[in-house]
């Protein structure tokens, strides 16, 4: 059956298993949930299964012209759109609209994939409202976002929604694992659990050498007792390097929004004894739930300042800063 290479996301599988054995497929979907948890990689096989000629057993022949030209990357009715840059332009949407007033030229679906669209800008997510209200026939649209993102509301209502979740750190370390026979089975568990069931983040983050850069500003947290002008110091240091992580960048705000979200958890489970790592413990002493709650504000803001294009440097700043406690109402 198609899907049967994915391990986990039981529920939105059965979901669209169902739809595309019934061909009722809706007209649009929104795969949503973090990064890393397998809406590309489904996104995909639904595609690829849709393209194909002579699908047997519920799954693509792989032989006909169809599967060729998709595996090849030059099949004319696959539309992928990715952000340009930091966002999805309203220049991108537009050509895709000119793209749907045509007929499928082979196939008797079109299929549209357009991903990360947290980082759609509004007057682009304005303009594909167009089409998904009135969408032209034999087109099919997928939708990718993440929760954290901030999806326009008239999107997500014209789109179906299929719930991604982050997968139980056994199975997130078994396609680790799989990705990357090389690393030790506590290397993959470690990975798993720093991505909190995350693994396509946990492989990025592996091999972009964003892991390091997360474990050193991390680790810096242990001496926000220092002076504010060593504090100051350090922060700015680290936003180089930030600012340069390119692709990474939005990879490691993930994964410290997920750091403080634990510090968090931590406060609210430290009675009933949970175990947390030794760096979420010590955080927990350091700030309060009404400081987490800020931290994670300002993640989410360095986020959507990167959506509108803003200097990299200048948020890498504005964001270890705060988090290093150098605003002048903390020192």
Known sequence: MVFSTILGQTKALTLLSRALASGRLAHAYLFSGPDGVGKTTVALDMAAMLLCRSPKEGRPCGRCPGCLKYRSGNH??????????????????????????FAPFESGMRVVLLE???????????????????????NLLILTGTEAGAILGTVVSRCQVIPFAPLPLDLAAAIIRRHRPELDAAGCEALAALAD??????????????????????????????????????????????????????????LLRIFFKNVMAAHVSHSAGRAFPPEVEQARERWNLTRLSAKIDTIDFAEQALARNCSRSLVSEVLLLDLFDCSPLLT
């Open 116 to 138: 990360d669209v947290q980082a759609m800008r509004r007057e682009a997510g304005n303009s594909l409202l167009k089409v998904l209200e009135e969408p032209p026939p034999d």
């Open 197 to 254: 069931g995350c693994p396509g983040q946990a492989l990025a983050l592996e091999a972009d050498g964003i892991l390091n850069l997360y474990r050193r500003i991390v680790a810096a947290f242990d001496a926000l007792q220092d002076k504010a002008a060593i504090r100051t110091e350090r922060a700015l240091a680290l936003a180089v390097d930030l600012a340069e992580a390119k692709e990474g960048f939005s990879l490691l705000l993930t």
């Open 76 to 101: 004319p009715d696959f539309v992928r759109i990715r952000p340009d840059g930091a966002a999805i332009k309203i220049d991108q949407v537009r050509e895709l609209k000119k793209a749907l007033n």
